[in-house]
């Protein structure tokens, strides 16, 4: 049966386009320890080790419903590939796309359609989805699914789109409980339901059990162990602090619609400075071209588009109440009020224009303000095309700066992290395929670098997948042969040779390993969080760098958690300038013939390696 007009050709056309830009993208996701968690509870299931009855836990307080781990299990049952299940969440996760141009298209034609499709394609914190996949990826795509249900239901009353609407609505809080914020868009649909013949039990219940069965699981668990997540709950809420609402929520809002300034969009952007100042400008505009739609007379989704901006503000306030600072994950159940604000401003702006310039009497008038239309399309979505092609560019380089996690410049400094460094992100198939190439290694060699800093943070689940009787690889360490894997940015930028070995990782050879890190092996950690997440008191030691070494690479295998100051090479009692660095590695190039002495400061001087490379300069 159908559910109203068909979308036009080329629309159809573009929104598939988008979608498989955003999925080619997105499937470029590398491995951190919330990815390795959930893998390995998924691969448990895949082999009837464990069928949890929890899934994903949050803030140290909860857990939510197991679903989520049954889900990656299908993929994982399929192919037993971590590359497959990362292509699976960025298609999940991708429908957004063409959900947010059929909510816009049945509730305000193809032009409000095409708008919406461009709103939630912007540059946006949403961007992080291309960098880690997660359960909070499905964030944005189930809350629009749960509004589309809803609008269908308020206008055709069957029960297949309420029952729909109860279970996406239970997903969204299981992509992440920052979507609880959306439960009252069932409250207009309900009203327009009841103004139309009213709202019968047969819909509401099997609607309220679908909700509910996502949930079962947990708790069921809960009641068995004397609901233990109820006292974390009380201790949580009683911990908020409204005062701080006020003072923070205008400032959030700023940098959730304008990407606190054009740090977060470089991060993304492996090209010329000019091209992430060019992003924030336009996005800049397009806020400010929203904002004036708003104050537009006279013209269609009035209350809608301020209603859409008083939710935005609301859940705005909602999320900051939640945390004392706000992590990138807790904006992706936002977006899609971020893109209703943004698609109902620029189309009662477009609107009012277009009935102006006609005047009632000279339609031809109104041909200047659709041609900008048009030019407004064609500009954000060169934007998105943008966007993601740096992505993959940037992946196949290795390459990302570190992600400025925190929104808003009102959080812990302590907590920060330097945005301007670079850092490795090694996409999962490209993991996956050096996993395999250990798992066929009688005697695995040791890994360092930031491939060995990487390998940790799978835990061992992907060896798990792929050998897990199979002889372990070593890291860090100083015994046996040597594998040190760096980005091929920094090998690049460094002028060094290198061989292509595992995707967007270069092998670099070793020569000498001047300090070395406390051996580990390859093994699966369960525990969750896998090491501590509190750094220790700062040592310093001091490395000599005999002559005849030229290049020099120092290594901490846990950044951010174990801190390293820039560490100093002094050469005749001069300073030295890295050559390159990651967030990991800091590469030196000696003169010819001289020695050196390495100053360090770091938390755990175990996790620190310095190897003297093989490689010398091009040319």
Same mark, same amino acid.
């Given at each position: 049966?159908?559910?109203?007009?068909?979308?036009?050709?080329?629309?159809?056309?573009? +929104?598939?386009?988008?979608?498989?830009?955003?999925?080619?993208?997105?499937? /470029?996701?590398?491995?951190?320890?919330?990815?390795?968690?959930?893998?390995?509870?998924?691969?448990?299931?895949?082999?009837? &080790?464990?069928?949890?009855?929890?899934?994903?836990?949050?803030?140290?307080?909860?857990?939510?419903?197991?679903?989520?781990?049954?889900?990656?299990?299908?993929?994982?049952?399929?192919?037993?590939?971590?590359?497959?299940?990362?292509?699976?969440?960025?298609?999940?996760?991708?429908?957004?796309?063409?959900?947010?141009?059929?909510?816009?298209?049945?509730?305000?034609?193809?032009?409000?359609?095409?708008?919406?499709?461009?709103?939630?394609?912007?540059?946006?914190?949403?961007?992080?989805?291309?960098?880690?996949?997660?359960?909070?990826?499905?964030?944005?795509?189930?809350?629009?699914?749960?509004?589309?249900?809803?609008? !269908?239901?308020?206008?055709?009353?069957?029960?297949?789109?309420?029952?729909?609407?109860?279970?996406?609505?239970?997903?969204?809080?299981?992509?992440?409980?920052?979507?609880?914020?959306?439960?009252?868009?069932?409250?207009?649909?309900?009203?327009?339901?009841?103004?139309?013949?009213?709202?019968?039990?047969?819909?509401?219940?099997?609607?309220?059990?679908?909700?509910?069965?996502?949930?079962?699981?947990?708790?069921?668990? %809960?009641?068995?162990?004397?609901?233990?997540?109820?006292?974390?709950?009380?201790?949580?809420?009683?911990?908020?602090? %409204?005062?701080?609402?006020?003072?923070?929520?205008?400032?959030?809002?700023?940098?959730?619609?304008?990407?606190?300034?054009?740090?977060?969009?470089?991060?993304?952007?492996?090209?010329?400075?000019?091209?992430?100042?060019?992003?924030?400008?336009?996005?800049?505009?397009? *806020?400010?071209?929203?904002?004036?739609?708003?104050?537009?007379?006279?013209?269609?989704?009035?209350?809608?588009?301020?209603?859409?901006?008083?939710?935005?503000?609301?859940?705005?306030?909602?999320?900051?109440?939640?945390?004392?600072?706000?992590?990138?994950?807790?904006?992706?159940?936002?977006?899609?009020?971020?893109?209703?604000?943004?698609?109902?401003?620029?189309?009662?702006?477009?609107?009012?224009?277009?009935?102006?310039?006609?005047?009632?009497?000279?339609?031809?008038?109104?041909?200047?303000?659709?041609?900008?239309?048009?030019? *407004?399309?064609?500009?954000?979505?060169?934007?998105?095309?943008?966007?993601?092609?740096?992505?993959?560019?940037?992946?196949? /380089?290795?390459?990302?700066?570190?992600?400025?996690?925190?929104?808003?410049?009102?959080?812990?400094?302590?907590?920060?992290?330097?945005?301007?460094?670079?850092?490795?992100?090694?996409? &999962?198939?490209?993991? %996956?395929?050096?996993?395999?190439?250990?798992?066929?290694?009688?005697?695995?060699?040791?890994?360092?670098?930031?491939?060995?800093?990487?390998?940790?943070?799978?835990?061992?689940?992907?060896?798990?997948?792929?050998?897990?009787?199979?002889?372990?690889?070593?890291?860090?360490?100083?015994?046996?042969?040597?594998?040190?894997?760096?980005?091929?940015?920094?090998?690049?930028?460094?002028?060094?040779?290198?061989?292509?070995?595992?995707?967007?990782?270069?092998?670099?050879?070793?020569?000498?390993?001047?300090?070395?890190?406390?051996?580990?092996?390859?093994?699966?950690?369960?525990?969750?969080?896998?090491?501590?997440?509190?750094?220790?008191?700062? !040592?310093?030691?001091?490395?000599?760098?005999?002559?005849? !070494?030229?290049? &020099?690479?120092?290594?901490?295998?846990?950044? +951010?958690?174990?801190?390293?100051?820039?560490?100093?090479?002094?050469?005749?009692?001069?300073?030295?300038?890295? &050559?390159?660095?990651?967030?990991?590695?800091?590469?030196?190039?000696?003169?010819?013939?001289?020695?050196?002495?390495?100053?360090?400061?770091?938390?755990?001087?175990?996790?620190?390696?310095?190897?003297?490379?093989?490689?010398?300069?091009?040319?």
């Amino acid at each position: 049966m159908s559910n109203g007009p068909v979308a036009p050709g080329p629309d159809r056309f573009l +929104v598939v386009a988008f979608w498989l830009l955003y999925v080619a993208a997105g499937a /470029q996701t590398g491995i951190a320890t919330d990815t390795a968690r959930d893998l390995l509870a998924a691969w448990d299931i895949v082999q009837g &080790v464990h069928y949890p009855l929890r899934g994903p836990e949050l803030y140290a307080t909860w857990h939510l419903g197991p679903i989520w781990h049954y889900l990656l299990a299908l993929p994982l049952w399929l192919s037993h590939s971590a590359a497959w299940t990362a292509l699976l969440v960025a298609m999940l996760a991708g429908l957004k796309l063409p959900l947010a141009y059929r909510l816009g298209f049945h509730f305000g034609g193809p032009a409000l359609a095409r708008l919406a499709l461009i709103a939630i394609a912007l540059p946006g914190w949403w961007m992080f989805e291309w960098l880690v996949a997660s359960h909070t990826n499905l964030a944005a795509s189930c809350v629009l699914g749960y509004a589309l249900c809803l609008l !269908h239901w308020s206008r055709r009353d069957r029960m297949m789109w309420l029952a729909g609407a109860g279970l996406l609505f239970s997903l969204a809080l299981h992509a992440h409980p920052t979507a609880l914020f959306w439960g009252w868009l069932v409250l207009p649909a309900f009203w327009q339901r009841q103004r139309q013949g009213g709202i019968r039990w047969t819909q509401t219940v099997p609607a309220l059990l679908l909700f509910l069965l996502p949930f079962a699981p947990m708790l069921v668990d %809960e009641a068995r162990h004397g609901w233990p997540m109820w006292s974390g709950t009380r201790a949580f809420v009683a911990s908020r602090s %409204e005062l701080a609402i006020a003072s923070r929520v205008l400032p959030f809002l700023r940098d959730l619609l304008v990407l606190d300034g054009v740090r977060m969009p470089a991060q993304f952007m492996l090209g010329p400075p000019w091209l992430a100042l060019a992003l924030h400008l336009l996005q800049c505009l397009l *806020v400010l071209l929203a904002v004036v739609g708003l104050w537009a007379r006279r013209v269609a989704h009035a209350p809608a588009a301020w209603l859409a901006a008083t939710a935005l503000v609301l859940a705005a306030s909602f999320v900051v109440l939640l945390r004392p600072e706000v992590p990138y994950w807790m904006t992706y159940a936002l977006m899609p009020g971020v893109a209703a604000f943004l698609a109902l401003g620029w189309h009662r702006l477009y609107l009012a224009l277009v009935a102006r310039a006609q005047d009632g009497a000279h339609p031809a008038r109104a041909l200047p303000w659709r041609r900008a239309l048009i030019a *407004v399309w064609v500009i954000a979505g060169l934007a998105f095309v943008t966007l993601a092609g740096q992505r993959i560019h940037a992946s196949s /380089q290795g390459w990302v700066a570190v992600p400025y996690r925190v929104v808003g410049r009102y959080a812990d400094p302590a907590k920060r992290v330097d945005d301007r460094v670079p850092n490795a992100i090694y996409p &999962v198939f490209g993991q %996956e395929r050096l996993t395999r190439w250990l798992c066929a290694q009688q005697q695995p060699p040791n890994l360092h670098g930031d491939g060995a800093a990487l390998q940790r943070l799978n835990q061992g689940s992907l060896r798990l997948l792929h050998c897990a009787q199979g002889p372990r690889a070593g890291i860090g360490g100083d015994t046996g042969a040597a594998l040190a894997l760096y980005p091929a940015f920094l090998v690049q930028q460094a002028g060094l040779d290198s061989a292509p070995s595992f995707g967007a990782m270069r092998e670099v050879a070793v020569k000498r390993v001047l300090h070395a890190a406390q051996p580990e092996s390859d093994e699966v950690i369960r525990a969750y969080p896998p090491w501590l997440l509190t750094q220790q008191p700062v !040592h310093q030691f001091e490395v000599e760098v005999p002559a005849g !070494h030229q290049i &020099v690479a120092i290594s901490n295998l846990r950044p +951010v958690f174990n801190g390293l100051d820039e560490p100093r090479l002094l050469v005749d009692g001069a300073v030295r300038v890295p &050559v390159a660095r990651t967030a990991v590695t800091w590469l030196f190039r000696l003169p010819a013939g001289r020695p050196g002495r390495l100053i360090v400061k770091t938390g755990d001087p175990g996790l620190i390696e310095v190897l003297a490379l093989r490689e010398t300069p091009r040319g």
